[in-house]
């Protein structure tokens, strides 16, 4: 195989690799009815002025299923912790002791569970577009090397039935991660 479809092949599989990571965090954040501390990446706290991460103004411990615990660095920051988990909406009420802010997931409802599995679909959906669109994006600058690199037809055949069959190795790790977390989300 030419070395200029083998380096396309390594882009679009690295390009691949950045969805997938991305898809897991998405799904990470969809709540399943346990205490995660990923249920909090991307909440964003006032630290002297500037956006700061959650995780980087305080320790984040789940002592048990249900609960969470964020003990701040300086205990003049949880004023400000509470605001921004009240403020990034998570449906979780923080519960200020004066020393930490404790967090308690409730149950989800059958109701909450399928609306939360269909988010899950979605954001799989979303995954799987995005792979897609790496196998296009792919298949495109492997066709033009026909031009630009006198790459031979057959080259370009044997490229592209490569990306088909890279794309649907990561269109099934999608699928899997989506699955497992439906069943995590239907699991009582």
Known sequence: MNDLIKKQLADAQANMDKAIAHCESELTKIRAGKASAGM???IMVDYYGSAT?????GGINT???RTLIIQPWEKNMLIPIERAIM???IGINPQNDGSVIRLVVPPLTEERRKELVKKV???AERGRITVRNIRKDANEKIKKLKT???VS???IKVGEAEVQKITDNYIVKVDKHAEAKEKDIMTI
């Open 121 to 123: 679909k979605e954001e």
């Open 63 to 65: 002592p048990d299923a």
């Open 40 to 42: 909090l990446d991307g």
């Open 148 to 150: 630009s690199d006198n």
């Open 53 to 57: 991460p959650l995780a980087q103004v």
């Open 87 to 89: 403020e990034a909406n």
């Open 153 to 155: 037809d057959d080259e």
